[in-house]
Nanobody
């Protein structure tokens, strides 16, 4: 089993930055892909970014169009931690952010792909 715990959320003004962390424990070798999703009130959970691969040579990142160029996803396997660096934040980025992990391959933008989820961390961007 794998446990994921997010941290780093908070309140920030538009244009500001935050870095979210996701610490994994347990059978962490099961996480080949770590992704970030977000869910705003009244909306479905949506894909934000993912990082696939356990070594620098095979690492792949992918972003949703809404965050491309502003967010950066990374991971430190030695620390069993994933990160989401968010810059140039906008009020529409306000949501609960979740990290998720999977050992499977497929449609990484689908929530059904993920076996492990964190509890979420709130990000609020004021205008």
């Amino acid at each position: 089993q794998v446990q994921l715990v997010e941290s780093g959320g908070g309140l920030v003004q538009a244009g500001g930055s935050l870095r979210l962390s996701c610490v994994a424990s347990g059978r962490t070798f099961s996480i080949y892909t770590m992704s970030w999703f977000r869910q705003a009130p009244g909306k479905e959970r949506e894909f934000v970014a993912r990082i696939t691969g356990n070594t620098w040579s095979d690492r792949i990142t992918y972003y949703s169009d809404s965050v491309k160029g502003r967010f950066t996803v990374s991971r430190d396997n030695a620390k069993n931690t994933g990160y989401l660096q968010m810059s140039a934040l906008k009020p529409e980025d306000t949501a609960v952010y979740y990290c998720a992990g999977t050992a499977r391959s497929g449609d990484y933008m689908a929530t059904e792909m993920y076996d492990f989820w964190g509890q979420g961390t709130q990000v609020t961007v004021s205008s």
